[in-house]
């Protein structure tokens, strides 16, 4: 099988690339960049092969594709301050002012993010745009996600009931929601073809082409967020208390000791869903897997706080 190398390039600048790399009969090759371009921070590079047995940067320019994962989170306080922690640019100031925050999504390229307020009200910062809020339904509010694409969202009420803005689409669900219970999570398909929501008693319910995912239900547990795996065959849901519960073929790494953590706000797994963290009401962060080296000088308490909202990339 013939081989061959790949370069890479940034800002003009030459990075090493891949090297021996194997062309196979789909004449296509991939090449995983690690690089100390700005700050620490990766590049998932994809190059179509076109033939020649070395790709240089001027040929790979034109049929790259490349996505960024700095590992960043965000966090948004219980004043409305939204501030983030690595990432390769200072998290932008919201357009307007937030009150009783929520929730907190950012966009897929990372340059944006959206908070939702209790009352249904969505403000937006760098590249997101506001498609719609939740205004005159009953709430409150209580989780936003935004769809694969990003040009749309989910808001999610403490009812369990979904208000679809942009290029969100309703689905029907796949089984009943529990009775007289509290919904606190949503979160899209790989593919946005469904949703799952995650209700205070560790329920899940599946919506459109979201995996129905076994497990059984964690006896009086109250749970406050949830991480579901890119494959869609596994969750790992967080427990007021800390505790991390793993559900289908999620592999739970830990928790937080209940003796160092208030009351849980977020788990936010890193890219590679090898690690996570766990963040609390006071700021306190506990880092598991290789969330431990995602980000250099991340603070064992952060600085927004009283803290109601993260996520991360």
């Given at each position: 099988?013939?081989?061959?190398?790949?370069?890479?390039?940034?800002?003009?600048?030459?990075?090493?690339?891949?090297?021996?790399?194997?062309?196979?009969?789909?004449?296509?090759?991939?090449?995983?960049?690690?690089?100390?371009?700005?700050?620490?921070?990766?590049?998932?590079?994809?190059?179509?092969?076109?033939?020649?047995?070395?790709?240089?940067?001027?040929?790979?320019?034109?049929?790259?594709?490349?996505?960024?994962?700095?590992?960043?989170?965000?966090?948004?306080?219980?004043?409305?301050?939204?501030?983030?922690?690595?990432?390769?640019?200072?998290?932008?100031?919201?357009?307007?002012?937030?009150?009783?925050?929520?929730?907190?999504?950012?966009?897929?390229?990372?340059?944006?993010?959206?908070?939702?307020?209790?009352?249904?009200?969505?403000?937006?910062?760098?590249?997101?745009?506001?498609?719609?809020?939740?205004?005159?339904?009953?709430?409150?509010?209580?989780?936003?996600?935004?769809?694969?694409?990003?040009?749309?969202?989910?808001?999610?009420?403490?009812?369990?009931?979904?208000?679809?803005?942009?290029?969100?689409?309703?689905?029907?669900?796949?089984?009943?929601?529990?009775?007289?219970?509290?919904?606190?999570?949503?979160?899209?398909?790989?593919?946005?073809?469904?949703?799952?929501?995650?209700?205070?008693?560790?329920?899940?319910?599946?919506?459109?082409?979201?995996?129905?995912?076994?497990?059984?239900?964690?006896?009086?547990?109250?749970?406050?967020?949830?991480?579901?795996?890119?494959?869609?065959?596994?969750?790992?849901?967080?427990?007021?208390?800390?505790?991390?519960?793993?559900?289908?073929?999620?592999r739970a790494l830990g928790g937080a000791p209940q003796r160092a953590f208030g009351d849980a706000v977020a788990l936010v797994p890193t890219g590679d869903w090898r690690g996570y963290w766990l963040l609390d009401r006071s700021g306190h962060v506990?880092?598991?897997?290789?969330?431990?080296?995602?980000?250099?000088?991340?603070?064992?308490?952060?600085?927004?706080?009283?803290?109601?909202?993260?996520?991360?990339?």
């Amino acid at each position: 099988m013939p081989r061959g190398s790949i370069t890479f390039t940034i800002n003009g600048t030459p990075v090493r690339g891949c090297t021996n790399v194997a062309l196979g009969a789909s004449r296509e090759v991939s090449c995983a960049l690690v690089t100390g371009y700005s700050q620490p921070g990766e590049f998932l590079i994809r190059l179509r092969y076109s033939g020649s047995a070395v790709l240089r940067a001027a040929q790979a320019a034109r049929s790259e594709r490349v996505i960024p994962r700095w590992h960043r989170l965000w966090l948004v306080s219980a004043r409305g301050i939204v501030t983030s922690v690595g990432g390769a640019s200072p998290a932008p100031a919201p357009r307007t002012s937030v009150r009783r925050p929520v929730a907190l999504a950012h966009t897929p390229d990372d340059s944006g993010y959206w908070v939702l307020s209790a009352d249904g009200t969505v403000t937006s910062a760098g590249d997101a745009r506001v498609f719609g809020g939740g205004q005159g339904r009953p709430g409150p509010f209580v989780d936003l996600a935004p769809t694969p694409s990003g040009r749309g969202y989910y808001l999610l009420t403490a009812r369990g009931v979904v208000v679809a803005r942009g290029d969100a689409r309703l689905r029907r669900a796949k089984g009943l929601p529990p009775r007289a219970g509290r919904a606190v999570a949503i979160a899209p398909t790989a593919d946005g073809g469904g949703y799952w929501i995650l209700w205070r008693n560790g329920a899940l319910t599946a919506f459109g082409d979201a995996t129905t995912i076994p497990g059984a239900r964690t006896r009086g547990a109250s749970f406050v967020a949830v991480a579901f795996a890119p494959n869609g065959r596994g969750a790992l849901l967080l427990s007021a208390s800390g505790r991390v519960v793993a559900r289908g073929d999620a592999r739970a790494l830990g928790g937080a000791p209940q003796r160092a953590f208030g009351d849980a706000v977020a788990l936010v797994p890193t890219g590679d869903w090898r690690g996570y963290w766990l963040l609390d009401r006071s700021g306190h962060v506990f880092s598991f897997g290789d969330a431990r080296h995602a980000i250099a000088g991340l603070p064992r308490i952060v600085p927004a706080v009283p803290l109601v909202a993260a996520a991360g990339t």
